[in-house]
C-alpha cells in the first residue's frame, strides 16, 4: 500500500510537470513511478521519512557538485585544446566506484562522463571504472578524492 501511495505521488508530479492529463500520459506517469519506486528502493517495502531530509539534501550538493565539474572539466578542456603547444597527455585510468548498488555506480560513472576530458568507457564487475582522460597526470590525483565524494553522497542518497 505504502508503494502504490508513493507510485501515484510520482505520478502526480509527472503529470503536473508535463501538463497533460490525456489517458496516454496518465499510464506513462503511472509506469514512470512504478519504475522508479523500483530502481531507487529495489528492496525496500516502506520510505523512511526521518532518512529523507538527509537524502534530499545529498541529492541537491550532489547535482551542485556535478554541475560545478562540468564547468571545471569545460574550462581545462578548453584550455587544453586552445593551448599553442597542445600538451595534451590522454590515458586511461581505474578509478573504484566503492559503491555497494549497481546504480550508484551508474550515477557516478554518469558524472564522471558528463564532465567533458573525460569518459567511463567499461565498468567491471568489481565497480572499477575505466576511464578516459584528456590529462592523466591531473586526472590520477584528482579521480580518487572526487570519486569518495560522489560516493559518500550517494551513500547518503540511497541509505
Known sequence: MHRLTIVLGLALVYLALTANFGFRN???????????TLLVRPHSSSLDLQQAPAAIWAGIQYVVITIANVIQGTLLAARLVLSPTMTIRSGIIAIPSGCDSDLATALSAHAITLSPGEMVIEIDDQGVMYTHTLDVDKAVEYAEQAQALRRDLLVRIFR
Open 26 to 36: 496518465v499510464a506513462a506517469a503511472i509506469v514512470v513511478g512504478l519504475v522508479v
